[in-house]
């Protein structure tokens, strides 16, 4: 009885765990990455130039966001 127990919890623990990977599956795959550029880059340091480019980018939209918001709050 007891080994029917275990198998059948683990049974359940397995099909718990593949229904939790496939959703994280899923909604990691809906997530694309944006790129500024159609063109992709061919050289590493060009590679290394837009990947710098789109950080600087990143941050001033999240200064102006984070001023846009402290402004509205006052």
Do not use: C, H, Y
Request: hydrophobic share 40%.
């Amino acid at each position: 009885m007891k080994a029917l127990f275990g198998g059948v919890s683990l049974l359940i623990a397995l099909a718990l765990v593949g229904v939790l990977a496939s959703r994280q599956f899923k909604a990691t795959a809906q997530v694309a990455p944006t790129t500024s550029n159609a063109t992709t880059p061919s050289t590493v340091k060009q590679q290394s130039a837009q990947v710098q480019e789109q950080v600087r980018n990143d941050i001033a939209r999240a200064v102006e966001q984070s001023t846009r918001k402290i402004d509205s709050d006052q």
